[in-house]
């Protein structure tokens, strides 16, 4: 048909499989097979014996075919037999021989295409037998491999850390690791997840130690801000996952994954680390470590500065941007007291269970067990900080929250102390005085500050993006949040506060998504169904926010949720049965709530008069009085404009 292309879509593709000792004929087929509309994987294979299936599993699985190459080299190569398996138990092989050599017992049944007499004709029968086995193997669609112009000069020619010698490639790059140019992958070319490193030393205690170290190797990562790195959430949601690098890459977004395990045994310890190109599953560099413990800052270090190096030879030397190993130490509030750091890791996994009282307060005596062992360890005093308010929010006292949020704000600020440049220490400054302190204009500036220092770190920019929200600024807030969604796009509380943005800007049906995609994530989420409800009811949808309030897991936002919408539906028993509740058994610890009830309910005198006791207590729901639509009965009412002025909203 006249116009009808004849494209990349049409092309099988094919994995070449052959012994290093054959490479020159090898690139010769290669290139003959190329310009007879094969797409190819093909690469040299390194010597030595290493098992290496599992890097190049997904190129075999990815292709329509696997061409493997007889010959009296390839018959004794483990490579070539591993590989040869794979594809005849996928029912895609395609033997062919280089010089009529016998194919290895399991293979002899399979009749290989002889090459022994052909010249390098791309034309030729031989290579015409080739291409009809490799259609004939061919079955449904399968992901495309790179084209044959990026495999024969571009970013894919390896395999375990060797470039393709028809390549004219050589080993190269920053630390005399590796180098390959960027772009072209499924993320942005400077994209990398750091995975969490594996505990196979068999002691689950040491499980947080594997945990941290992952962690740490993110965040020095992060530093550089040539990088962009998926953050922790979204990187351990495939702990546990089966699917290969590819598949990971793609969910994620990435054109990198650092990947490794660890290993302790009293002070020692062993670690192996593993870069992995997104787009082809090959694994571009690896190494291991043996150090003792008090080694393992450096380690980590080692590690970070190696594959940031390579990273960004190509984006950051023009540019003149630093290197990790560039910046000052106390940007990442460190610690060198093996001690403090292991106190440290402790806190960190108990703060992220966020189960109960006992856990919340477990991770802060932990954190305090850190300081104590290294008063100058900057990410303690911020974590402490955070275990603070947390504990205040969820579990304070009344009488209580103001000392909380005190010592909360101390702890913060003598992090920036100990730390300037510490963007995560800016950060909890500014939220704990926002909802602890309820002083928006006293939180604006570490919030600013956070802002420059931490644009690779996602919780800096989701927390920077709901204060803007809150405070009016809705470009800054949809910016800040975006940014946060692609370095942590699994992250279920990120999604949580971009439904809350949407709506604080009056988007209702647009944060509806978000919250849904981070129910979908976490499926038990707290307050993300509310959200649903919220704006269900603000777009009039009574009846669906009268189900999502429902399915609601927390008491205080269920029942004012469906005795809000019970009251528009007509429905006094119910609407009342809800709020008798709420008032009952939490009390003054709603009052936000309350108010918001009473100003639906058209009782504004009273919803005033809740909002300036929860001012007086310091109820931290508060931070949502300046655009919260549940008020807007009683926006009006100059008693608000004073409430609003006292907060430092301007």
């Known amino acids: 048909m006249v116009g009808e292309s004849n494209g990349d879509a049409a092309r099988p593709t094919a994995f070449l499989s052959y012994a290093r000792a054959d490479q020159h004929r090898a690139a010769k087929l290669a290139k003959a097979l190329e310009a007879a509309g094969v797409d190819l ?9 290493a098992a290496f299936a599992k890097s190049i599993e997904a190129s075999l699985e990815n292709s329509n075919a696997v061409i493997v190459v007889w010959s009296a080299a390839s018959v004794g190569s483990d490579w070539v037999l591993d590989e040869a398996a794979k594809g005849r138990d996928l029912r895609k092989l395609v ?15 399979y009749q290989a295409i002889n090459l022994s007499h052909w010249r390098g004709d791309s034309h030729a029968p031989e290579i015409a037998s080739i291409i009809r086995a490799v259609r004939a193997a061919t079955g449904q669609a399968v992901r495309q491999p790179p084209s044959s112009a990026e495999s024969r000069s571009g970013p894919f020619a390896f395999r375990r850390g060797i470039l393709i010698a028809a390549a004219g490639a050589t080993i190269a790059g920053a630390a005399g690791l590796f180098a390959w140019r960027l772009g072209g992958r499924r993320g942005p070319g400077n994209s990398v997840a750091v995975l969490p490193f594996k505990n196979v030393g068999g002691d689950q205690e040491q499980a947080y130690f594997s945990d941290g170290l992952s962690e740490e190797l993110r965040a020095t990562l992060a530093r550089n801000q040539r990088l ?45 680390s ?65 001690a403090a750091y292991d106190a440290y890791l402790r806190g960190r996994a108990l703060y992220d269970l966020s189960a109960d009282e006992a856990s919340e307060r477990a991770a802060l005596a932990q954190f305090d067990v ?25 579990y304070g006292e009344v009488g209580q929250l103001a000392g909380l949020y005190d010592a909360a704000v101390a702890a913060a600020e003598l992090a920036i102390a100990i730390a300037p440049d510490f963007a995560e220490a ?87 998504p978000h919250a849904r995609k981070a129910l979908k994530l976490n499926p038990h989420m707290s307050r993300a169904n509310a959200a649903i409800g919220d704006a269900l009811f603000m777009l009039g949808r009574n009846e669906e926010a009268r189900a999502a309030y429902t399915a609601e897991p927390v008491e205080d936002f269920r029942l004012t949720g469906i005795a809000i919408v019970e009251h528009r539906l007509g429905n006094t028993e119910p609407a009342n049965a809800a709020r008798s509740k709420l008032v009952a058994e939490l009390g003054d610890r709603v009052l936000y709530q309350q108010a918001q009830l009473q100003a639906q309910w058209g009782e504004r005198d009273a919803a005033i008069e809740r909002l300036e006791k929860a001012r007086e207590i310091g109820d931290s729901g508060l931070i949502y009085l300046r655009n919260d639509p549940l008020l807007d009965p009683i926006r009006e009412d100059p008693r608000f404009a004073r409430l609003l002025a006292s907060m430092g909203f301007d």
């Open 95 to 109: 033997p062919v021989t280089f010089d009529g050599a016998e194919a290895p017992l399991g293979f002899r049944q």
């Open 370 to 394: 850190a300081i104590e062992a290294d008063p100058d360890y900057a990410a303690a005093h911020a974590a402490r900080a955070r275990s603070l308010t947390a504990i205040a929010n969820q």
């Open 228 to 272: 962009q790195v998926i953050a922790q959430t979204s990187s351990a949601s495939f702990r546990e996952s089966k699917d290969d690098a590819i598949t990971i890459a793609s969910k994620l977004g990435v054109a990198y994954l650092l990947e490794g395990s660890v290993r302790r045994s009293g002070e020692i310890v062993r670690i192996t």
């Open 426 to 512: 800016h950060s909890t400054l500014g939220f704990t005085l926002f909802q602890g302190r309820l002083d928006a204009r006293a939180a604006r500036e570490p919030f600013e500050r956070s802002r420059r220092l931490g644009a690779g770190e996602a919780t800096v920019m989701a927390r920077y993006a709901q204060f803007s929200a809150r405070i009016g600024r809705d470009r800054a807030a949809a910016e800040a949040i975006e940014r946060a969604l692609i370095l942590d796009p699994l992250n279920p509380l990120i999604h949580r506060a971009a439904a809350s943005i949407e709506y604080a800007a009056r988007r209702y049906a647009e944060s509806i």
């Open 41 to 49: 994987w093909w690469d040299t294979l390194i010597e030595g014996g």
């Open 274 to 338: 593993d870069l992995v190109d997104g787009r082809t599953g090959i694994s571009l560099w690896s190494e291991k470590f043996d150090r003792v413990m008090q080694d393992i800052f450096r380690v980590q270090s080692e590690i970070a500065n190696k594959v940031a190096s390579a990273l960004v030879a190509e984006v950051g030397s023009a540019d003149g941007t630093t290197t990790t190993e560039d910046q000052p130490e106390t940007t990442t509030g460190a610690t060198t007291s093996v």
